[in-house]
């Protein structure tokens, strides 16, 4: 078993960051694929909690090679900082970390769209991170995106700069803003590009040379299932292929090298920016949820919307994904609770669907299973027979309902709090 996918099957935060950094402790290779800043993956290394958005989680693992692949949206700014951090903290980036020729550059002027859109009265409002996303990716569709490759020869980027910003020019007046010419925008690219060149490379090229010999090989995806802009709750979706195929363009990676796929998902659900979420709760439950987990944005500190678990949608993440297995996070932060609720289906004005329905989402009402609660602590549980038995049952519930075994529960934050029931990089 040498390459492993790790995607979000719900709407992203699902906790991946955990999950990778632990199992960074036996790969090698660590690739992230999709989206840019948006993410915020949160570590918590001993008392020291870690934010990184962009730098795959795997790089808090010294013997780990860290690939952003051409799938990606990268900000030159916050790469630059994020090295800085990762350098002051001893973590060594230098030929550790490889950054594809081929990923698009997020500009200044793309994270002033972002935001101008968002906070506009006009068009479907997203609730984005503003971190540009979705304009790089236009960008990148409509071909006059810049590729890093591109920091390489600056007067060809100046070019492609010019070229966008021309574009652009019309939607940025008339949302009443303003573009920054393009001398402006180059002056800054000009010092990013002296720092991140050395950092450049053919990254598919060199996957395949660690896939050929062996290397155990994990790619990490960010957001999650019903984000993707494909397979997500389009329009409210990011502009990514957040999916598990995703990781074969966003890499350039043969499907044929993949060997398991991993859904992460939380015991609950929760969501950030606009769009449906069917087993969404307004209630105390729902703020239970949002404390006991820590439910604020790491990109932008907004309060998630929580939930109910959701099976009908993990069923969906298991089929678009291919999932083989599932590792299940803060299990922990459901202790307390009496009773627990499970979406098993939707039913919506016209039938009953046991996974997401595409067309009807937007009307889909819930179905729910209850199940009892327990109240014991579970963080110092280390094996599936340590927790309480309504935990246990929770936990065979969804298997039975998803038919997915579930090989890593999350019981607390830290890295130790962790069960696991099958290391994924096991054949
Ligand atoms: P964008 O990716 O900033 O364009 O945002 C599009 C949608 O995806 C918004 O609803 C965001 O809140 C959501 N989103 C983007 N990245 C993440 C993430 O890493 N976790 C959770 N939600 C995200």
Same mark, same amino acid.
């Given at each position: 078993?040498?390459?492993?996918?790790?995607?979000?099957?719900?709407?992203?935060?699902?906790?991946?960051?955990?999950?990778?950094?632990?199992?960074?402790?036996?790969?090698?290779?660590?690739?992230?694929?999709?989206?840019?800043?948006?993410?915020?993956?949160?570590?918590?290394?001993?008392?020291?909690?870690?934010?990184?958005?962009?730098?795959?989680?795997?790089?808090?693992?010294?013997?780990?090679?860290?690939?952003?692949?051409?799938?990606?949206?990268?900000?030159?700014?916050?790469?630059?900082?994020?090295? #800085?951090?990762?350098?002051?903290?001893?973590?060594?980036?230098?030929?550790?970390?490889?950054?594809?020729?081929?990923?698009?550059?997020?500009?200044?002027?793309?994270?002033?769209?972002?935001?101008?859109?968002?906070?506009?009265?006009?068009?479907?409002?997203?609730?984005?991170?503003?971190?540009?996303?979705?304009?790089?990716?236009?960008?990148?569709?409509?071909?006059?995106?810049?590729?890093?490759?591109?920091?390489?020869?600056?007067?060809?980027?100046?070019?492609?700069?010019?070229?966008?910003?021309?574009?652009?020019?019309?939607?940025?007046?008339?949302?009443?803003?303003?573009?920054?010419?393009?001398?402006?925008?180059?002056?800054?690219?000009?010092?990013?590009?002296?720092?991140?060149?050395?950092?450049?490379?053919?990254?598919?090229?060199?996957?395949?040379?660690?896939?050929?010999?062996?290397?155990?090989?994990?790619?990490?995806?960010?957001?999650?299932?019903?984000?993707?802009?494909?397979?997500?709750?389009?329009?409210?979706?990011?502009?990514?292929?957040?999916?598990?195929?995703?990781?074969?363009?966003?890499?350039?990676?043969?499907?044929?090298?993949?060997?398991?796929?991993?859904?992460?998902?939380?015991?609950?659900?929760?969501?950030?920016?606009?769009?449906?979420?069917?087993?969404?709760? #307004?209630?105390?439950?729902?703020?239970?949820?949002?404390?006991?987990?820590?439910?604020?944005?790491?990109?932008?500190?907004?309060?998630?919307?929580?939930?109910?678990?959701?099976?009908?949608?993990?069923?969906?993440?298991?089929?678009?994904?291919?999932?083989?297995?599932?590792?299940?996070?803060?299990?922990?932060?459901?202790?307390?609770?009496?009773?627990?609720?499970?979406?098993?289906?939707?039913?919506?004005?016209?039938?009953?669907? #046991?996974?997401?329905?595409?067309?009807?989402?937007?009307?889909?009402?819930?179905?729910?299973?209850?199940?009892?609660?327990?109240?014991?602590?579970?963080?110092?549980?280390?094996?599936?027979?340590?927790?309480?038995?309504?935990?246990?049952?929770?936990?065979?519930?969804?298997?039975?309902?998803?038919?997915?075994?579930?090989?890593?529960?999350?019981?607390?934050?830290?890295?130790?709090?962790?069960?696991?029931?099958?290391?994924?990089?096991?054949?």
């Amino acid at each position: 078993m040498s390459t492993l996918i790790i995607i979000g099957a719900q709407w992203g935060d699902e906790g991946k960051g955990k999950v990778v950094d632990l199992l960074s402790e036996r790969a090698e290779v660590v690739v992230r694929y999709a989206g840019g800043p948006n993410a915020g993956h949160t570590l918590v290394v001993g008392d020291d909690k870690i934010v990184l958005r962009l730098t795959p989680s795997g790089v808090l693992h010294g013997h780990t090679q860290c690939v952003l692949g051409q799938g990606m949206v990268i900000n030159p700014a916050v790469l630059i900082e994020e090295m #800085d951090t990762l350098t002051e903290r001893r973590l060594s980036v230098d030929d550790r970390i490889f950054l594809s020729d081929r990923a698009h550059l997020i500009l200044p002027y793309h994270v002033t769209i972002d935001s101008l859109r968002e906070e506009s009265k006009e068009g479907t409002k997203i609730g984005t991170t503003k971190r540009g996303i979705g304009p790089c990716y236009e960008d990148k569709v409509g071909r006059r995106g810049l590729r890093t490759g591109d920091l390489r020869n600056l007067d060809h980027a100046r070019d492609r700069i010019a070229e966008a910003l021309a574009t652009w020019s019309a939607t940025v007046e008339a949302l009443g803003g303003q573009l920054p010419s393009v001398d402006e925008v180059m002056a800054p690219l000009e010092a990013q590009a002296k720092r991140l060149v050395p950092f450049i490379t053919e990254t598919s090229t060199l996957l395949e040379q660690w896939a050929r010999g062996g290397k155990r090989i994990m790619l990490e995806g960010a957001q999650g299932t019903l984000l993707d802009i494909d397979h997500g709750t389009y329009p409210y979706v990011t502009s990514s292929s957040a999916v598990s195929g995703g990781a074969c363009t966003g890499a350039g990676i043969g499907p044929s090298r993949i060997d398991r796929v991993v859904g992460i998902t939380k015991a609950y659900t929760t969501r950030v920016g606009e769009g449906p979420f069917p087993t969404e709760l #307004d209630d105390a439950d729902g703020q239970h949820l949002r404390d006991a987990g820590h439910e604020y944005g790491s990109v932008t500190g907004r309060p998630r919307r929580t939930g109910w678990l959701d099976l009908a949608a993990l069923r969906y993440a298991r089929r678009v994904n291919g999932l083989d297995a599932l590792a299940l996070t803060k299990l922990d932060v459901l202790s307390g609770m009496k009773e627990l609720k499970v979406c098993v289906a939707y039913r919506t004005s016209t039938h009953e669907h #046991d996974a997401v329905p595409v067309g009807d989402f937007f009307d889909a009402e819930p179905i729910y299973e209850t199940l009892p609660g327990w109240t014991d602590d579970i963080t110092a549980c280390r094996r599936i027979e340590d927790l309480p038995a309504n935990a246990q049952r929770y936990l065979a519930f969804i298997t039975e309902k998803t038919e997915l075994p579930i090989d890593i529960v999350s019981v607390g934050p830290r890295r130790s709090e962790t069960i696991i029931r099958r290391d994924a990089f096991d054949g």
